[in-house]
Each structure stands twice: as structure tokens, then as C-alpha cells.
């Protein structure tokens, strides 16, 4: 120690004041890095706190304000698909294990029909499963999720269908009686016939299982005689759509809200496929300007917004602190939801964590996206 203290006796002025320099640029750096960390270790605990409490999600917007139904006519927007569709879930559950042990989980790939489509499809579950706490690891898994997913057409041919009807007229008939003109009125049948042409319905069958295993057991080496399942969760249902990755958000959401200790026998609900404008923001339903979740791969998220940021003005237009039900009132409604991403849509957006204010120009993606729609 009293080397060092000689040596620094020893060096000249102007050399103490670089050391002292580069000391204080380390120190900043040092802080400045903490700080960040700290800062985003907050947010990321801040948004994983919101994701599990309920905020009003843009699709909630759409359905309190209206929405328009589409019945094949494109332009109208923000719009639904009728009718509604029923989607039908089961689960089942292990009663000797229980599921909040586990905690991580990994996905075992196993479709070799369509191996690209599982991978789109187990993107959408472990999203949806890091809202409820459950986390993706690839080495020493608590659990092992495997899926089935099967899509089916249906086709239903419904034949021409004629109708006859009969009606009966009344003519008048003249005629002369000796010198006198007289008449009298006869009745003739006509038959009617109006054909319906034939047609075809086609919808399609969508199913998905989702099954929970137990890692330990499945890499002890010996082989077990029945898969060691801890949880099973399945959804379906028959609608319009072929492709199964509109449906299966929904339903990976409400299989996910089933992930309990209590199995569950039958459930039911009916939703429909909304078409809207969207940025993926939620909102705090206590001050909708106050942002509460950030949907992972949105525009929002592209564009580094995080949960508690508050939103000022859209397109110069200030939202209500309240939430405003009337559609032609609401700013979010009329330049974002209304917007098939045809414009840009400006935000002035205060930072939740710096309190500095931010100005955006974003354009709203064109979301079409299945809704839950038996709980209006």
C-alpha cells in the first residue's frame, strides 16, 4: 500500500489528473450500466406483474365501442365474422402430481407432416404460458409439452329444392241466353314451380391437445410403460377458417387459464373473428392512458414502449382519463383501431421510467384475431 501511495506521491500533476480522469469516466460508466440494468430488471418485473392482472386489451376496445358486421363486405372495419363459433376445451389432471411444481418447461417437436406449423404454434403457447409464470429452459426441464393438432374439412352438399304451388284464378265467361247477354265466372288451376340451386357448405374441424409431462421420469433411462402425463388439455372446434393458427391463440389462451389442480370436464364458449387496427397495447382500466402491457412482437414492442408509459396525445388528440364508450369520442378507436394500416398513426408518449416525452409515427398492423364474444 505504501508503494503505491510513493508512486502516486511521485507522479507529476498533469499525469494525476488523467488518472483522476479516467477513474471518474470508469465510475460513470460503472453507474450508468447499473442503473440501466436496474432499470430494465424493474420494467421487465413491472411487465410480468401486469401481465398477470387485467388491463383492457385492444380487442376489449373493439367490442365496449361497436364493431361492424362483415358478412363478406371487406371495407367495413373494425368488423366481426358471423356467425360466432363455439369453441369446446376439456382437460384432465394427474391427482398424484401437482402442476405448480412445475415451473420449466420445454417443447418436444414431434409433428413431421407439417414440422414448420408446430414451431409457429408452440411460439404462440410459450408466450402465452410466460404470462402465467412458467418459464422455457433447454437444459433440465421440469416438464416436457408436446401437441396434436389436426384440421379437417367438411363438406356438406345440400340438393336443389323445387317448389309447386297451385292458386286458383276466376275468369269470366259471357255468353248470350235468347236475345239477353249474360256471364258467369269459372275457376282454373295454375301451378307454380320456383327452383333453389343447389350448394355446398364447407367448414372445418380444428383440434388441438396439449400435453404436460413429467421430464424426470421420461430421462430416467428406463422406459416408461404409459407416458407419464400431468396435465392434458384439449380444445375444439368447427368454423369457416383453414388455417389453424388464427383459432389456436384463443384457444391456447383459455387452456392456459385451465392450468389448475382441478380438472376440467366440459367447457364452452363462443367467440368471433374480429378484424381491427392494432398496436399491441393494453390499458389500465382505472386511467386507460396509462399503458399496462406490451404485446411481445407488436408495433409497441418493435418501438421499445414499455408498461407504464402514459399515452398524452394521439394524432394531437388528448384521451380521456376515464374510458370514453361513445366511438366518435375516442381517439384510440377513430386513428388506431379504425385503421387498417393504411396511415401512420402519431403518439406522444411520456416514458414511465424517465418521465421524458417521445413522439411516435406508427402504423397500425392489421390484426385478425379470434374473440371471445359469450361474455357481452
Keep these: 500500500m505504501n508503494n503505491i501511495s510513493d508512486k502516486i506521491i511521485e507522479m507529476s500533476f498533469p499525469k494525476l489528473i488523467v488518472v483522476a480522469i479516467i477513474i471518474t469516466v470508469i465510475i460513470v460508466i460503472i453507474a450508468k450500466l447499473a442503473q440501466k440494468a436496474k432499470r430494465a430488471k424493474a420494467i421487465a418485473s413491472l411487465n410480468a406483474s401486469y401481465a398477470k392482472t387485467p388491463y383492457l386489451a385492444e380487442t376489449d376496445l373493439v367490442k365496449e365501442l361497436g364493431y361492424q358486421t362483415n358478412a363478406g363486405d371487406e371495407s367495413l ?26 415451473r420449466t418447461f420445454d417443447f418436444d417437436y414431434t409433428n413431421k407432416d407439417n414440422p414448420l406449423l408446430e414451431k409457429e404454434l408452440f411460439l404462440q403457447l410459450e408466450k402465452i404460458l410466460a404470462r402465467y409464470g412458467l418459464t422455457r429452459v433447454k437444459k433440465n426441464p421440469q416438464a416436457v409439452i408436446s401437441m396434436n393438432f389436426f384440421i379437417g374439412k367438411k363438406e356438406q352438399y345440400t340438393p336443389p329444392t323445387t317448389v309447386i304451388s297451385t292458386e286458383t284464378q276466376y275468369v269470366w265467361n259471357t255468353g248470350f241466353i235468347g236475345w239477353n247477354m249474360g256471364g258467369f265466372t269459372s275457376a282454373i288451376p295454375i301451378t307454380k314451380s320456383t327452383t333453389t340451386p343447389g350448394y355446398t357448405t364447407i367448414s372445418y374441424y380444428t383440434n388441438i391437445r396439449i400435453n404436460i409431462l413429467n421430464h424426470a421420469k421420461l430421462s430416467s433411462g428406463k422406459k416408461p410403460e404409459t407416458p407419464p402425463l400431468v396435465w392434458l388439455g384439449e380444445a375444439d372446434s368447427e368454423g369457416p377458417n383453414s388455417d389453424i393458427r388464427f383459432i389456436a391463440l384463443i384457444m391456447f389462451e383459455a387452456l392456459a387459464s385451465h392450468l389448475s389442480n382441478q380438472p376440467l370436464a366440459v367447457s364452452k364458449f363462443l367467440v368471433c373473428r374480429f378484424r381491427y387496427g392494432g398496436l399491441g397495447l393494453g390499458f389500465d382500466p382505472n386511467d386507460w392512458r396509462i399503458i399496462r402491457y406490451i404485446e411481445p412482437s407488436s408495433i409497441a414492442d ?70 371471445r364474444v359469450d361474455d357481452k
Excluded: W
Design 302 to 371: 418493435d418501438n421499445n414502449l414499455k408498461p407504464g408509459d402514459i399515452l398524452i396525445k394521439i394524432n394531437d388528440n388528448s384521451p380521456s382519463r376515464a374510458f370514453t364508450a361513445s366511438k366518435d369520442q375516442n381517439p384510440y378507436f377513430l386513428h388506431v383501431l379504425s385503421n387498417p394500416g393504411k396511415s401512420d398513426v402519431k403518439l406522444l408518449i411520456k416514458s414511465g421510467a424517465t418521465g421524458k416525452k417521445i413522439s411516435l409515427s406508427l402504423k397500425p398492423r392489421l390484426e385478425n384475431r379470434y374473440v
Design 77 to 102: 372495419f373494425p368488423s366481426a365474422s358471423q356467425p360466432a363459433e363455439e369453441i369446446s376445451l376439456k382437460t384432465y389432471q394427474d391427482p398424484e402430481e401437482k402442476l405448480a411444481d412445475y
